[in-house]
């Protein structure tokens, strides 16, 4: 009998599996990021694919693999930081300017 629980118990033990795993970065983005951010964009802030890929494995991805593809896609759409504004150009002055008319007196 109790080598029959056994084989029962150890027979119906169950793998856990990652949900996340085949979905493409976009519907993770929708899945779990969309209901607190509106958009992909600006969220990787410049980071290294790497830091950002760790920091998402740590708080909210389910598994490297989802970590590091969630990395990639909001790299891919992440917004370069502004540029400071760019003055336009003043026209270059000549080199060689008019002589001033001599007043005679």
Not at 68 to 80: F, G, M, R, T, W
């Amino acid at each position: 009998m109790i080598v029959a629980a056994a084989a029962v118990l150890t027979a119906t033990v169950a793998t856990a599996q990652n949900l996340d795993a085949g979905k493409p970065p976009a519907k993770l983005f929708a899945d779990g990021c969309a209901t607190c951010h509106r958009s992909p964009r600006g969220l990787a802030k410049g980071r290294f694919s790497l830091t950002l890929a760790w920091f998402l494995k740590d708080h909210y991805a389910t598994s490297s693999d989802s970590a590091k593809a969630l990395a990639s896609y909001l790299q891919s759409v992440d917004e370069p930081p502004p540029r400071a504004a760019v003055r336009p150009k003043k026209p270059a002055r000549s080199a060689a300017r008019p002589a001033k008319p001599v007043q005679s007196q």
